[in-house]
């Protein structure tokens, strides 16, 4: 038994080699089909056999053969998307539940090597994420070709334009309120850069598409140290209105207001967008721009079945229910 030939990932053949049986044997001890004549000696074999060379059973094709569509990682991001992301987890494991397929959080590290190793190890049908894989999670993907699903992806439909939607309800409301030259605040954290230029991306199109000059961008300290400096520029150029990429970033826009000696939002306005709870008490109270959960995880869970190549649920259209604007008194 010692001299059995072991393939760098151990396969069921491996196992019933090692205890001597045939491979249809192991699927049906590990599997625990039931109606077969199996001894619990034999039994026994298989299950030290597996144990020993690390066998782990294929979960996707054990969740086909038990009528059940597979499973599918779901990668949190480390950034500061809030309770937002968990919140969506949590609701598209429930939801996916009910179409039979099984969820695995994964948490985003630096170098995707734990998100390469669930992929090799557990044969998901579909990795999920806010922003695309990079690095070994990658490759990792690519060389097992699976779907890879995201915000800005084309198989999500309308999640894939809700900076677009974001972007609108923001410019909009700032022109209603008289604005015309606006500011786009950025952290200049680096892990964050890629959520801002994907909302000012959003902007960007909603003042094109209104006529109105593309946004002035600017980084600010998330410690608010040069802030003043920043909002006085925005101001000499004319810029009115500020759209930040988080609400982080408009508490830090709102703290140079004050140390520039000006007014929000006689001088400036501002408006973040993720809606956190401690907006309603910034000074003063941040308008934002707030996520329904429910409807993201309805049309998330949609895109993914149509990915996966699975008839859909039966929800509504929420694509004009993904995010909603909260009105403060800092526009």
Known sequence: MDGVKRSARPTRADVARLAEVSTATVTYVLNNVENQRISARTQQAVREAAAAIGYRPNLAARNLKVGASGLVLYVVPKMALHELAMEVSSRLTTALAGHGIVMSLQFETEDGANVAEAIASLDPIAVSSVFPLGGAALEAANAAKIPQIHLGSANLDSLASLHLIVG?????????????????????????????????????????????????????????????????????????????????????????????????????????????????????PLTSVGFVAAAIVDTAVDAMMNALGLPPGDGDDAASELAVLIERDST
């Open 168 to 284: 609108r309800m923001r410019v909009q409301h700032l022109l209603s309120r008289g604005h015309r030259r606006l500011g786009f605040a950025f952290s200049p954290n680096p892990k964050l850069r890629l959520l801002g230029e994907y909302w000012l991306e959003g902007v960007r199109a909603a003042t094109t598409d209104h006529g109105i000059p593309a946004p002035v961008a600017a980084e600010i300290l998330d410690d608010g140290s040069d802030a003043a400096e920043v909002v006085s520029r925005w101001v000499e150029q004319g810029v009115s209105a500020v759209c930040a990429q988080s609400d982080e970033t408009a508490f830090a826009v709102l703290h140079g207001i004050r140390r520039a000696g000006l007014r929000c939002p006689d001088d400036l306005a501002v408006i973040g967008v993720d809606a956190i709870g401690l907006g309603a008490l910034s000074d003063p």
